[in-house]
Structures are given as structure tokens and as C-alpha cells.
T-cell receptor, first 114, second 113 residues
Framework: AQSVAQPEDQVNVAEGNPLTVKCTYS??????LFWYVQYPNRGLQFLLK??????LVKGSYGFEAEFNKSQTSFHLKKPSALVSDSALYFC????????????FGAGTRLFVKA | DADVTQTPRNRITKTGKRIMLECSQT?????MYWYRQDPGLGLRLIYY???????NKGEISDGYSVSRQAQAKFSLSLESAIPNQTALYFC????????????FGPGTRLTVL
């Protein structure tokens, strides 16, 4: 069965510092991996995805994520955090042989302090 | 995303009432989804549809039904609402050419008293 784990409910970081939001997954076959962001009173917005190719994926707003097959991880990173990055972040996985359903993690709330 | 709209945005109702949440999209996508969001649980899939004639149950379909009236419209019904259906509900769309990522509506906050 497919699953996604976001081990941290909350991540706190100072503005200007690098940030990492962690995600690990379990899926049969090759995974499709996604990161979404949710701002208050808004729907989820797509940030980036990994399907194949380079393990380092770049996305919107300066975010990037690294696919690590051996560790089954897809951590979200940004070199320099902004206060405006404060939001709820969701990792999601869709298994290549797992049908067409995408499974979302529980979410990690990111607080960036000025 | 303005391309995916949901109505109503907020709704308060009583136990036992029938409720319909509506979703419309102008993205031309074939696939549409209904999720509910609960704090600490992330998003859970209720129903999904790959085209007008295709409806599939998700992981938490009990107590819900859906109708795909057209490619652009996908409605979610609670036949007899109960308090534990209080949640934030999201509609989403996708298609193969969009790279499998989903595009979400703004959500409907439903409270069942």
C-alpha cells in the first residue's frame, strides 16, 4: 500500500536561514512525488514534482526537492527562507503501479520568523 | 486557483440535513476529485472521476455520494449530514497532460451541528 510520512508537525526557521521539510514515502514501483503548499483560507497550490530524471527538482518560489531512492525520501528545501513562506506544506505520492490515486501526507506547518 | 470554483464557500447545517457541494472547472481537465481535510490528517480522498461515465470511491466514501453532471462539473452530496463530517472540503482536477499534478479549488468549510 502507498503511504506518505511527514515526521514533523511544525518546522520553525529564522528568515534568511535554509529550511528543510521532510517527507518519506512507501510505494510499489517508481513513484510520482509532489509538494503542495496551502496558505490560510486557500486551496492547495502545486510547488514541484518528481517523475523521472534528475534527482534535484526545482519548483516555484525558489523551492527545490531532492529525490533519494535508497532512503525513499523527497525532502523540500529552500536556501533562504522568507516570512511569506510560512504556510502548510503537503507531500504527496502516486505509485506507478498503484492505480490513479494520490496519497497526501498529514502536512507540516512552516513558521518563518523575521 | 480561479479555474476551479466551489460553492458554497461556507455552510453551517444541522444533523440529518441533505447537503450538496458543487465544483466547476474551466481547465478542460478530464479528472476530478473530492477530498476532505481534517487537522493532522492531511487530505483524504472521498471520490474521484476520470470522465463523465467514470465514478470511483476513495478511501472515505461512506456517507457521501457524487455526481459528474458534465466534464466541468462534479458535485458532492451528504445525504444525511452528521457532526463528524464537519471539515474543509476540496475539489481538485488533473489530466495526463498537466503532468499528474492536481489543481485545487478554494475549499468549502462545512459545519454540521
Amino acid at each position: 500500500a502507498q503511504s506518505v510520512a511527514q515526521p514533523e508537525d511544525q518546522v520553525n526557521v529564522a528568515e534568511g536561514n535554509p529550511l528543510t521539510v521532510k517527507c518519506t514515502y512507501s510505494v510499489s514501483g517508481n513513484p510520482y512525488l509532489f509538494w503542495y503548499v496551502q496558505y490560510p483560507n486557500r486551496g492547495l497550490q502545486f510547488l514541484l514534482k518528481y517523475i523521472t530524471g534528475d534527482n534535484l527538482v526545482k519548483g516555484s518560489y525558489g523551492f527545490e526537492a531532492e529525490f533519494n531512492k535508497s532512503q525513499t525520501s523527497f525532502h523540500l528545501k529552500k536556501p533562504s527562507a522568507l516570512v511569506s513562506d510560512s504556510a502548510l506544506y503537503f507531500c504527496a505520492v502516486r505509485g506507478y503501479t498503484g492505480g490513479f490515486k494520490t496519497i497526501f501526507g498529514a502536512g507540516t506547518r512552516l513558521f518563518v520568523k523575521a | 486557483d480561479a479555474d476551479v470554483t466551489q460553492t458554497p464557500r461556507n455552510r453551517i447545517t444541522k444533523t440529518g440535513k441533505r447537503i450538496m457541494l458543487e465544483c466547476s472547472q474551466t481547465k478542460g481537465h478530464d479528472r476530478m476529485y473530492w477530498y476532505r481535510q481534517d487537522p493532522g490528517l492531511g487530505l483524504r480522498l472521498i471520490y474521484y472521476s476520470f470522465d463523465v461515465k467514470d465514478i470511483n470511491k476513495g478511501e472515505i466514501s461512506d456517507g457521501y455520494s457524487v455526481s459528474r453532471q458534465a466534464q466541468a462539473k462534479f458535485s458532492l452530496s451528504l445525504e444525511s449530514a452528521i457532526p463528524n463530517q464537519t471539515a474543509l472540503y476540496f475539489c481538485a482536477t488533473s489530466d495526463l497532460t498537466s503532468g499528474n499534478e492536481q489543481f485545487f479549488g478554494p475549499g468549502t468549510r462545512l459545519t454540521v451541528l
